[in-house]
């Protein structure tokens, strides 16, 4: 049954996870955040400034802050970004993305034939990389950011383009496993939902972004040249509103987490309860080490 307490911002209490209120009391003992941006630091139209606020003091407290992102841009279009929504540059130290894993990833693929199954706004993904882009037909390896229209279509509109692909044997590297993302007040598909088809359909799955352990070795060594030493994993926090990609790749990447019910998760504490909400939170990232659910990242 949940508890009341007072201490350390906690409110209540659920199967040995608190409810905070707070994150100050994490700085010291989680000396590195690795935070997830779409959901906790902003949500596609305008910062959080509370969230923002919070990375900036953690940094302020000795504290270093990587942004791990499933965004499909690369760092510096993904940097534009954040100072188009106002995301201040105090409140990190950097960032990496599933786009950057993603480019790493057909790099290996040089000279191939790549189709770019997402939309135009993703075209800087493909700037600069070793291989030729070409239509479905021609194509060797898909590489996936997307929807081409997520507001007006859904994942299953492609299962017919998806299943010839998969039939001729393409691998699909995902640039974004995210299922979902809430923008404003809406929820739109992403890559990961396509993804998820071409899997069913026997298709070969590259996945670049969380929960996959590439990202978040990436992260790491950010952190560590952020940090001027070598770094602990019992030293790291991983920050997110997803289930399945930030608490379970915190699982898989055997780091500490905390849970924002927020973002795509918002109304889920309200819904379910911590009690339910914790179970589901384990049930999702097995062996997750949950050391509390926020419902806004807050200093």
Avoid at 213 to 234: D, H, M, Q, T
């Amino acid at each position: 049954m949940d508890k009341r307490v007072n201490d350390d911002g906690k409110t209540e209490e659920a199967a040995g996870v608190p409810l905070l209120e707070h994150a100050a009391p994490l700085s010291a003992r989680y000396p590195v955040w690795f935070c997830d941006i779409w959901g906790v630091v902003h949500d596609g139209v305008v910062a959080d400034e509370v969230a923002c606020d919070a990375l900036v003091r953690h940094r302020e407290n000795g504290g270093v802050v990587v942004l791990v992102s499933n965004s499909p841009r690369p760092r510096p279009a993904l940097l534009r970004q954040l100072d188009e929504l106002k995301v201040p540059r105090e409140a990190y130290d950097d960032v990496i993305t599933s786009g950057d894993v993603t480019r790493a990833v057909v790099s290996q693929h040089a000279g191939c034939k790549v189709f770019h199954l997402g939309p135009e706004r993703d075209a800087h993904l493909r700037e600069g990389l070793p291989v030729s882009f070409a239509g479905p037909e021609e194509a060797q390896l898909v590489m996936c950011s997307g929807l081409f229209d997520d507001r007006t279509e859904q994942p299953e509109e492609y299962r017919a383009l998806l299943r010839e692909l998969a039939a001729r044997g393409l691998p699909l590297v995902c640039a974004n496993p995210d299922l979902i993302v809430k923008h404003g007040d809406d929820i739109l598909p992403c890559a990961g939902a396509l993804a998820k088809i071409y899997d069913e359909l026997g298709g070969e799955v590259v996945m670049a972004g969380k929960p996959y352990l590439p990202i978040y070795e990436e992260a790491l060594k950010k952190a560590e040249a952020a940090a001027g030493r070598a770094l602990a994993k019992s030293e790291i926090l991983a920050i997110g509103d997803g289930m399945g990609t930030d608490m379970k790749g915190a699982a898989n990447f055997g780091v500490a987490a905390l849970f924002v019910a927020g973002g795509i998760s918002t109304g889920a504490l309200d819904e379910h309860g911590l009690e339910e909400l914790v179970r589901r939170l384990r049930e999702a990232a097995p062996g997750l080490d949950l050391v509390g659910v926020m419902r806004r990242l807050r200093w």
